[in-house]
């Protein structure tokens, strides 16, 4: 590092771009994070530097005089949360993230997007400290930062009691593309609606484009469709002045009952003049001519490399972020003592739902009033016929009366069966019991994982399986960051029935398994819900898909095999003999009709066993001894059976195996007409099993 790479600090200073600077150290600092995205890019031959330039004093602006965060503990509760929805951007926030002190190095910024680099091309959750979440598909930060600020307001509204202590501002830095993504919109409308008034979004409002000028495809008055929504609009005429911006995000910070959009106008890739305002300056290096012009107007050394481009008068100035977190964080700290203390009741309160998730939750099953009233719970596990939406429906008003759950359905909640009883959350009454999501099953989905990013309740969000295609990138994400979301799906095959091909998913199933990090439960029975639920809360670091019944399923005859099995994927829910000759894999409402298949099997001297797959991840996952001892190797003749695409199943089976599964879409009518139509019947399994027997003789 150089003393000072400013060529003549005092002219650049009256000179600047940048106006609003209060000292020669501050314009410094801001003309070292204007630089160091393009010299960066530059270096490398790729990245994005054009919006981490334009923005770079508003980013300035955010670390420096606004948010409220402590470099040495970027996990501090007390901040506040910034969220870069403008993933690409990510040199933005990287930046900050150096100059401030979070513990990036200039190497970690020269080895962007470089593999296994602590400066991924798009920042991602637990790689960066100080990034709130992994960002880059547009709109997605967004919207997530709508069920960040969700759920910290109603942790203020439930335990702060008017201390102050939990109430924190989401912000989240968007552009033009993030905005024009339908997820956004949906989120967007939503806050409105709901008053999220802890949220802020800052848009930059560039007017560019990878292909060109926005006018060519996003052409509405954006100030005034935000109106519509509900929010309010500040406007930052300058992107370069810290004064105006400084100004207008305190403002938006206020509490006014409505969430704030802060409109920025800036010019993408300012100052460098030969590509400011263009395309051209979104993605790609700038050349050298451009970086050289770009170090001059910003004072600084034309021929300075990375090393000498930070001062240390810079990291000086710029690492005083670090004694106002301190300060900050203090002061919090002493302040949470003080609400502890005069409330006791709200902390205990507050500190067992941040230890919610977990093995322990799972004793909650232990205790009969866990399921409500003793008839509900005989109900529940007496055996009777049950559709499984049914049957989760009721684990999800227990849960949710011991506070461990929040969410809501999208305008569904009756028929996925996870209404609660209360009052959904509103502008008036952000403690609400659920969430109405309205019809945004992408949204939805999104939000819940900011709802998961604050922590204190474990979210859920529900709709039928068909529309799960809706939320693909959110479920992505979700599953990237390892986050404890829920999704609760109902509707599961060609049985919806009367409704039609358009409502009777075939391929759903299929899709979301391909999914990483994704656990996709089908369960057979109302014992397997109860099973599932135990493992769902005990494995709180990925996000689970539950795949639910419409119809009526018979229980299967030994609901304490599915109380052990049920947890490591798949297990033996019947079988006839000691040694059997064939294995029948199902899961779901299959696993009933595979029984009975191995009964008609019997009577024929066939001996079957049933294997009931809930979850083909877990069952990946669980021991080889385990895995063995229900399918063992030397069982080579197969069945699985599956109401939607099989050709996953053929892992399972073999090359001798069959596997009977609905390759096509439904039709309109009753759910077993149709079910037996697509050939989903015991005479089917019977004839499969004896051909992959005969394959194997």
């Known amino acids: 590092m150089s003393s000072s790479p400013l060529a003549d600090a005092a002219p650049a200073l009256s000179n600047h771009a940048v106006v609003g600077a209060r000292s020669t150290a501050e314009l410094q600092a801001v003309s070292t994070a204007i630089a160091l995205p393009a010299v960066i890019v530059q270096s490398k031959g790729h990245g994005h530097a054009g919006t981490a330039m334009a923005l770079a004093p508003l980013a300035h602006v955010l670390f420096q005089r606004v948010l409220k965060h402590n470099p040495l503990d970027p996990a501090w509760e007390g901040r506040d949360r910034l969220i870069l929805s403008a993933g690409h951007a990510s040199l933005l926030l990287y930046t900050q993230l150096y100059l401030c002190g979070y513990g990036l190095t200039l190497e970690d910024l020269a080895a962007s997007r470089a593999l296994r680099s602590r400066t991924p091309g798009h920042p991602e959750l637990g790689v960066t400290p100080g990034v709130e979440m992994s960002t880059g598909p547009l709109g997605q930060g967004l919207a997530s930062a709508v069920g960040l600020a969700l759920s910290l307001r109603r942790d203020t509204a439930l335990h702060d009691a008017g201390a102050g202590v939990w109430d924190a501002t989401v912000y989240a830095l968007a552009g033009d593309g993030c905005l024009q993504e339908g997820v956004s919109a949906e989120a967007s409308s939503l806050a409105g609606t709901l008053g999220i008034d802890n949220l802020v979004a800052i848009w930059d409002d560039n007017g560019i484009s990878i292909d060109g000028p926005t006018s060519t495809t996003f052409a509405e008055d954006v100030r005034d469709r935000y109106r519509a929504y509900g929010w309010r609009i500040i406007e930052v005429q300058d992107a370069r002045n810290l004064d105006e911006i400084e100004n207008a995000l305190l403002t938006a910070r206020e509490r006014t009952g409505r969430p704030t959009l802060v409109a920025v106008r800036s010019v993408i890739g300012s100052p460098a003049d030969e590509v400011a305002g263009t395309s051209a300056a979104h993605a790609g290096p700038l050349g050298e001519k451009t970086i050289a012009g770009l170090l001059t107007t910003l004072g600084l050394t034309s021929k300075c490399g990375l090393n000498e481009l930070v001062s240390d008068a810079v990291l000086a100035f710029t690492r005083e972020a670090i004694v106002r977190g301190e300060s900050l964080q203090k002061n919090w700290t002493a302040d949470r003592e003080r609400w502890a ?357």
């Open 341 to 697: 203390d005069e409330h006791s009741d709200l902390n205990e309160k507050r500190c067992l739902l941040k230890h919610t998730f977990g093995p322990h939750t799972t004793s909650a099953f232990d205790d009969d009033s866990t399921l409500g009233d003793s008839d509900r719970l005989s109900r529940f596990l007496a055996g009777e016929p049950l559709a499984t939406r049914v049957a989760n429906g009721t684990v999800v008003k227990a849960l949710h009366e011991r506070g461990v759950i929040w969410g809501g359905s999208a305008d569904l909640a009756g028929s996925t069966n996870i209404a609660v009883p209360g009052e959904p959350v509103s502008a008036h009454n952000p403690a609400g019991e659920f969430i109405p999501f309205g019809i945004r099953e992408h949204a939805m989905a999104a939000i819940l994982s900011g709802i998961a990013l604050h922590g204190l309740w474990r979210p859920f969000g529900s709709t039928y399986l068909a529309f799960s295609d809706y939320q693909r990138p959110s479920l992505r994400l979700a599953a990237l960051m390892s986050l404890p979301t829920i999704y609760v799906y109902t509707h599961d095959s060609v049985a919806v029935g009367e409704d039609g091909p358009t409502h009777q998913p075939v391929e759903q199933i299929a899709s979301l398994r391909t999914v990483p990090n994704l656990s996709v439960i089908r369960p057979a029975d109302a014992s397997e819900v109860f099973a599932a639920w135990r493992t769902i809360l005990a494995k709180p670091s990925a996000p689970t898909a539950l795949v639910l019944s419409r119809q009526a399923l018979p229980a299967l005859p030994d609901p304490a095999a599915a109380a052990s099995g049920v947890s490591r994927g798949g297990y033996v829910a019947w079988k006839s003999g000691e040694e059997q000759d064939i294995a029948l894999i199902a899961t779901g409402s299959e696993v009933a009709l595979a029984i009975d298949a191995a009964r008609r099997l019997q009577t024929s001297g066939i001996n079957a066993r049933v294997v009931s797959m809930p979850c083909v991840e877990w069952f990946e996952s669980a021991s080889p001894e385990w895995r063995e001892e229900v399918l063992p190797q030397a069982l080579a003749a197969r069945v699985a059976i599956e109401a939607g695409r099989g050709d996953a199943w053929y892992r399972w089976v073999g090359g001798r195996g069959r596997v009977i599964s609905i390759d096509d879409f439904g039709e309109s009518g009753p759910g077993a007409a149709v079910l037996e139509l697509r050939g989903l019947t015991v005479d089917a399994v019977v004839d499969a099993a004896m051909a992959s027997l005969a394959d194997i003789r």
